[in-house]
């Protein structure tokens, strides 16, 4: 909506209360249409239009500035101390079970409790009618709201459950927070009405990509990162001026209220409708059921995909339904009896270390892993750890024979997170990373101030095989059943010294193979023939160059356009290259300095491999600017565009795929709307993708993004 159009919506009035008036309601809905229904109408832009009018007419006219008025919304004086706050109704806390048959017990348990209170004819007819609804468990911070006549009047943290803080004026910066309800015109589910007086429960928490972009910033400017998720929102909503609580990209999610019925819904289920009617957003992954077998079932699916969502969750609620059955069930002191957390079993354990192994990667680098006396946790056995490097092991001082904690978190390979000291046997040793490589016993070095640790030869078979796997990548040169194996057997047979030997197998050198018929044999062989022809930046990308990854790789082709071009550059002329700092220069140069390199270079070319970009022309001359840079900007071929990213791609980080977009114009955002220009997705991508698809928005994988970006890089 541009901003002409917008007398449409918002008639120009010369009286300026009604005309404010008129922005709120407005600026509520978008509101609204943002944060609780995630169909955003209008662009940022457009929204911060009718902000900035409104803050126009309040700053010219302190008269019609209304408690409710959102432009409250981004941040009042600085508090000395946060007031107490009397919880009228205690805040409990929930029951858990860590098992499905832990849930079927609690279901049990809510049976016989109301056969006790009702006699079990009435109960009998009860539990006919017993539906369960499910919500996610949010990991955030518990606050109570409490609108007065529909208008936001207060913020409460729980405190011990009776007593907590109050963090009215920090709250009220919440985006998603209404600070009046309803906060849209328009009916109410039947029946459903907002009394004077509400209390609405629910967690603050901060998503991951809000997360993950607080820390980055925290980063650059502080130096620090803040631990995780659940601190940084808890810390971001007790600070006490409020427009740093602002600044932080908080939001909220509601699931209760102590006294449902005031709303005029018999059940949670009508409840949190109406809840979100009236403009209090709840979880979209909300579900309600009449059999437990059917909760549990979502439930599992529902866990087994929690690592893809955008917050972090500590497990799944199972409220039973109906109020007057949650009445007849009650409390104890600490939870109600008719909830329950259903949590995956505890993510962390203790094992002891029986080896400390170093491997050795692509680059060289030497990576120390524990084999640790196999353990359960979370579900799966676990009986490797990786130990990251050097300064990893000394600090926690990590030795063989120790009995250590060792944490999985979702996915993740497990960590070991500290050593129970108490449990050390007498003659456990320090650790040492060897002097020597593990594998071709050549020596190692390590380069002060830097972490890693690197075998020093190049031959070293174990850097070959790793290289070869590198280089055979999808985002690399994308040869396709060259699978470890294979690779690691062609290694041992002496057939391939480098990764340019590839170029050089013949049939006869699969034949035998186990596995390998005539038709895969010329599979392997025609995948590797069509390798030749990559462009410059995916040879680049597989030469494995230490900080030539994707962006960087793309940023050189374009501005060199050949191998022997880039072997010739100076550091002057690298850094010369948007992206390029003196860090990679220094790698590029070292690298071309190696004898064993540009003999590579030299034998890839012979064998035919594509080492220049046809019709390249200098970035300088496209682009005229005379900068030589990679960034396309606003020009780039996603101008304009929104891009949301999900999953792990198989050869890109995250940043590598956001500098790629943003270089060539386009914008990444953090959730899927109707808006969205194209979802990348990659493995174990969760809702974003599951919404994409829903909302009909492009889904493209890291080639397709490849694509896109590659039409702005001359080749
Ligand atoms: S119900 C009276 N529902 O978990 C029932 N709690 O471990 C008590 N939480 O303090 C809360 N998501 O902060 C409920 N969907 C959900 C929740 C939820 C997160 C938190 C809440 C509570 C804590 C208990």
Same mark, same amino acid.
């Given at each position: 909506m541009p901003s002409d159009d917008r007398s449409a919506v918002v008639p120009s009035s010369d009286d300026p209360s009604?005309?404010?008036?008129?922005?709120?309601?407005?600026?509520?809905?978008?509101?609204?249409?943002?944060?609780?229904?995630?169909?955003?109408?209008?662009?940022?832009?457009?929204?911060?239009?009718?902000?900035?009018?409104?803050?126009?007419?309040?700053?010219?006219?302190?008269?019609?500035?209304?408690?409710?008025?959102?432009?409250?919304?981004?941040?009042?004086?600085?508090?000395?101390?946060?007031?107490?706050?009397?919880?009228?109704?205690?805040?409990?806390?929930?029951?858990?079970?860590?098992?499905?048959?832990?849930?079927?017990?609690?279901?049990?348990?809510?049976?016989?409790?109301?056969?006790?209170?009702?006699?079990?004819?009435?109960?009998?007819?009860?539990?006919?009618?017993?539906?369960?609804?499910?919500?996610?468990?949010?990991?955030?911070?518990?606050?109570?709201?409490?609108?007065?006549?529909?208008?936001?009047?207060?913020?409460?943290?729980?405190?011990?459950?009776?007593?907590?803080?109050?963090?009215?004026?920090?709250?009220?910066?919440?985006?998603?927070?209404?600070?009046?309800?309803?906060?849209?015109?328009?009916?109410?589910?039947?029946?459903?009405?907002?009394?004077?007086?509400?209390?609405?429960?629910?967690?603050?928490?901060?998503?991951?990509?809000?997360?993950?972009?607080?820390?980055?910033? %925290?980063?650059?400017?502080?130096?620090?990162? &803040? #631990?995780?998720?659940?601190? +940084?929102?808890?810390? @971001? /909503?007790?600070? *006490?001026?409020?427009?740093?609580?602002?600044?932080?990209?908080?939001?909220?999610?509601?699931?209760?209220?102590?006294?449902?019925?005031?709303?005029?819904?018999?059940?949670?289920?009508?409840?949190?409708?109406?809840?979100?009617?009236?403009?209090?957003?709840?979880?979209?992954?909300?579900?309600?059921? %009449?059999?437990?077998?059917?909760?549990?079932? &979502? #439930?599992?699916?529902?866990? +087994?995909?929690?690592? @893809? /969502?955008?917050? *972090?969750?500590?497990?799944?609620?199972?409220?039973?339904?109906?109020?007057?059955?949650?009445?007849?069930?009650?409390?104890?002191?600490?939870?109600?009896?008719?909830?329950?957390?259903?949590?995956?079993?505890?993510?962390?354990?203790?094992?002891?270390?029986?080896?400390?192994?170093?491997?050795?990667?692509?680059?060289?680098?030497?990576?120390?892993?524990?084999?640790?006396?196999?353990?359960?946790?979370?579900?799966?056995?676990?009986?490797?750890?990786?130990?990251?490097?050097?300064?990893?092991?000394?600090?926690?001082?990590?030795?063989?024979?120790?009995?250590?904690?060792?944490?999985?978190?979702?996915?993740v390979i497990p960590q070991v997170i500290k050593v129970v000291p108490e449990l050390r046997p007498s003659d456990a040793l320090p650790w040492h990373m060897p002097d020597r490589c593990p594998v071709c016993g050549e020596p190692v070095t390590r380069t002060p101030g830097e972490a890693d640790t690197y075998c020093t030869n190049a031959a070293c078979p174990e850097q070959l095989v790793r290289h070869v796997e590198h280089f055979v990548a999808r985002g690399a040169m994308d040869i396709d059943g060259l699978g470890e194996k294979l690779v690691a057997q062609f290694v041992t047979d002496g057939l391939i010294a480098d990764v340019a030997d590839l170029y050089n197998l013949v049939p006869a050198d699969l034949e035998g193979r186990e596995g390998f018929a005539e038709k895969r044999i010329a599979n392997v062989i025609a995948a590797v023939d069509a390798s030749r022809h990559r462009p410059l930046r995916r040879l680049l990308i597989g030469l494995g160059i230490r900080h030539v990854g994707s962006t960087v790789a793309a940023a050189l082709a374009g501005a060199f356009g050949s191998l022997d071009a880039l072997a010739g550059a100076d550091e002057t002329a690298l850094t010369a290259v948007d992206g390029v700092g003196p860090e990679i220069a220094a790698s590029v140069v070292a690298w071309f300095a190696v004898p064993r390199n540009r003999a590579l270079a030299q034998r890839l070319t012979a064998a035919g491999v594509r080492v220049a970009d046809p019709d390249w022309t200098p970035r300088a001359a496209v682009e005229g600017g005379g900068d030589g840079g990679a960034a396309n900007g606003a020009a780039g071929p996603l101008a304009g565009k929104k891009l949301v990213l999900t999953g792990t791609l198989p050869t890109m980080t995250r940043e590598e795929a956001a500098a790629r977009i943003e270089a060539a114009g386009g914008k990444v955002v953090g959730s899927v709307s109707a808006k969205t220009d194209y979802v990348v997705a990659g493995e174990a991508a969760g809702s974003k993708l599951a919404k994409a698809q829903a909302l009909g928005v492009a889904v493209i994988d890291e080639a397709g993004l490849i694509d896109l970006v590659g039409t702005g890089i001359p080749m």
């Open positions: 009604a005309r404010a008036e008129a922005l709120r309601r407005e600026i509520r809905r978008h509101s609204h249409l943002y944060y609780v229904r995630d169909a955003p109408e209008i662009s940022d832009a457009e929204y911060d239009a009718l902000f900035k009018a409104l803050q126009d007419i309040e700053a010219a006219h302190p008269d019609v500035v209304t408690p409710d008025t959102p432009t409250l919304a981004i941040g009042g004086p600085p508090v000395d101390a946060f007031g107490k706050v009397q919880h009228p109704h205690p805040m409990l806390s929930l029951d858990n079970a860590f098992s499905a048959e832990g849930v079927r017990t609690w279901g049990e348990r809510v049976l016989r409790r109301l056969a006790e209170v009702d006699g079990d004819a009435a109960a009998a007819a009860r539990a006919a009618s017993l539906a369960y609804v499910l919500e996610p468990k949010v990991d955030g911070v518990a606050v109570a709201l409490r609108y007065r006549d529909g208008v936001l009047v207060q913020g409460a943290t729980r405190g011990d459950g009776t007593l907590g803080e109050d963090i009215t004026a920090n709250v009220r910066t919440i985006r998603g927070v209404p600070l009046r309800v309803p906060a849209v015109d328009g009916p109410l589910p039947d029946g459903v009405a907002v009394p004077p007086d509400l209390e609405v429960r629910g967690e603050v928490y901060l998503p991951l990509d809000g997360f993950a972009a607080m820390n980055e910033r %925290a980063l650059a400017v502080e130096g620090r990162t &803040y #631990a995780n998720p659940r601190n +940084a929102a808890a810390g @971001s /909503l007790r600070q *006490l001026d409020p427009t740093i609580t602002a600044s932080r990209p908080l939001r909220l999610i509601t699931y209760g209220v102590p006294d449902p019925h005031a709303l005029g819904v018999a059940s949670h289920w009508d409840l949190l409708n109406a809840l979100e009617a009236i403009g209090l957003p709840g979880n979209p992954d909300r579900r309600r059921f %009449a059999d437990l077998d059917d909760a549990l079932a &979502y #439930a599992d699916a529902w866990l +087994a995909r929690r690592a @893809s /969502l955008n917050y *972090l969750a500590d497990g799944i609620v199972l409220k039973v339904d109906a109020l007057d059955l949650q009445d007849a069930l009650g409390s104890v002191s600490h939870h109600p009896r008719w909830a329950i957390a259903y949590k995956t079993a505890s993510e962390e354990a203790t094992t002891v270390v029986v080896a400390i192994n170093v491997n050795v990667g692509r680059t060289g680098k030497l990576v120390p892993h524990a084999t640790l006396a196999p353990v359960g946790i979370g579900g799966v056995t676990v009986s490797q750890a990786t130990l990251h490097n050097e300064d990893y092991v000394t600090e926690r001082d990590i030795r063989v024979g120790d009995t250590v904690l060792v944490k999985r978190a979702g996915e």
